[in-house]
């Protein structure tokens, strides 16, 4: 089963494993990769050429998980430190194609993609409950 918002929680079984692959990186897809890979997950963020989304257009964002006041150039840093830690990366490619519903799914990068496989297979996950009741 699958849920989205900007998260997709995905399983990885080819060489390149990783544990949650965010597609977008506005501030719901960076907050998610901040949470998912401060929890331990190996989160992969999937911004395209422009990380941040809004932002980089939005200077100043409020209440941030728990900073008063602060910018977007100033938690763009904060989430790649976070995710690194935690072995994942923000990936500035495109994905080429996903092919969903099908198990596994497939994250397809265009060939010139340095920081991935061309093709990397998943299979759905159980959903992850970060905060449990």
């Known amino acids: 089963m699958f849920f989205f918002s900007s998260l997709l929680a995905l399983s990885a079984i080819s060489a390149s494993i990783i544990d949650v692959a965010i597609i977008?990186?506005?501030?719901?897809?960076?907050?998610?990769?901040?949470?998912?890979?401060?929890?331990?997950?190996?989160?992969?963020?999937?911004?395209?050429?422009?990380?941040?989304?809004d932002l980089n257009v939005n200077t100043i964002v409020g209440n941030w998980m728990g900073i008063e006041t602060t910018t977007g150039n100033e938690i763009i840093p904060i989430i790649e430190e976070s995710v690194a830690d935690n072995?994942?990366?923000?990936?500035?490619?495109k994905l080429h194609r996903l092919t969903l519903p099908k198990a596994p799914c497939n994250l397809l990068t265009p060939k010139e993609t340095p920081t991935l496989p061309e093709k990397l297979s998943l299979q759905p996950a159980q959903k992850i409950n970060l905060f449990p009741l």
Do not use: I, R
């Not at 072995?87 to 490619?93: S, T």
């Open 87 to 93: 072995e994942g990366k923000l990936c500035a490619q």
């Open 24 to 53: 977008g990186s506005g501030c719901s897809g960076l907050s998610a990769a901040y949470v998912t890979s401060e929890f331990g997950y190996k989160t992969h963020v999937f911004s395209g050429p422009h990380k941040g989304g």
